[in-house]
């Protein structure tokens, strides 16, 4: 019996891994795929929309799933383009993104939210980072220029997928001056699989994509403006969507977002831009930083 069954398995994974055919990407080739990636195009300077919706979940032990929000989405992006003599060539983006917090059941943006734990009407920070650049060139070879850049890819015939998961843990900057709202590290995953067409992303002769598809899912602690504090619990995001280089092609919904609330996000950074990266976190401290002064000012003030 025994054996029967490591033979059932045998065979289970061994199906398993005919399902996909796994292509590796070497040195240019491999470069070049992981600019269209990211960038879409291999040509520098090109304005690329990546837009995504879907819907947010509270996970606390012990209690039923809630879904707290949907979200709607937008990252302006461009690329800029080195041929370095050690490390061959190279890329970097740069880019702007917006997520709008959405009513679960209108589906209508919040400004305000009733947290369902502790009844309390807190004020909505949507997502609004700007910048959100690589840190720096990604190379076709490592810092000494020996070793060549390789990407695995996984094509299941004329759809090519990539799947990389990325674990964050870091000081997080709300944690010694907001303990009200958050504690201890930032601490989340972030879980992205993109879908190209096959003979786009792997003939490094093309220069455009133009099918790319994503699914995007975040496994993270409270929102900070949510003022949950050290209440036990996980957000859970889960969402889709698609690039494109139309600008017409952006959801009518995204348009009047970009139109009324964040009109420098329909630009991206410029290509030589150096600032820090903004994220939800250093966002949020800028704006009781900010809110703070506010009140000082109006207590000096006498009002």
């Avoid at 039923?64 to 979200?71: A, E, G, Q, S």
């Avoid at 461009?78 to 890329?91: A, I, K, N, T, Y």
């Avoid at 997520?99 to 997502?127: A, C, F, Q, R, S």
């Avoid at 619990?233 to 919904?253: K, L």
Wanted: glycine share 6%; net charge neutral; proline share 4%.
């Amino acid at each position: 019996m025994k054996n029967i069954f490591l033979l059932s398995l045998l065979i289970t994974i061994s199906s398993i891994d005919t399902n996909a055919q796994r292509v590796f990407l070497e040195g240019n080739d491999a470069i070049l795929a992981r600019q269209k990636m990211t960038c879409g195009c291999t040509e520098e300077g090109k304005t690329r929309y990546g837009m995504w919706e879907g819907r947010a979940y509270s996970r606390i032990p012990g209690e039923k799933d809630k879904h707290l929000f949907n979200v709607v989405g937008i990252n302006t992006r461009q690329c800029s383009v080195v041929q370095d003599e050690l490390r061959g060539r190279g890329f970097k983006s740069v880019s702007n993104e917006i997520m709008m917090y959405l009513d679960p059941k209108t589906n209508e943006i919040i400004d305000t939210w009733t947290n369902p734990w502790n009844g309390k009407d807190v004020n909505v920070l949507h997502v609004a980072n700007d910048p959100v650049n690589m840190r720096g060139y990604r190379y076709e070879k490592d810092k000494d220029g020996k070793n060549v850049r390789a990407l695995e890819l996984r094509k299941y015939g004329d759809l090519t997928f990539s799947s990389d998961e990325i674990p964050l843990f870091y000081d997080n900057p709300l944690g010694s001056d907001y303990q009200v709202y958050v504690g201890g590290a930032y601490h989340a995953m972030e879980i992205f699989n993109s879908i190209y067409k096959s003979d786009e992303i792997l003939d490094s002769k093309k220069k455009y994509l133009t099918h790319s598809n994503i699914a995007w899912t975040r496994i993270a602690q409270w929102l900070p403006w949510m003022e949950m504090g050290s209440k036990s619990g996980i957000m859970v995001f889960n969402a889709t969507g698609f690039s494109t280089f139309d600008e017409s092609e952006i959801w009518p919904r995204l348009k009047k977002v970009l139109n009324e609330r964040y009109p420098i996000y329909k630009t991206p950074p410029p290509l030589d831009d150096d600032r820090t990266n903004e994220t939800s976190w250093t966002v949020f401290k800028k704006h009781m930083e900010n809110k703070e002064k506010k009140t000082v000012r109006g207590e000096i003030s006498g009002h």
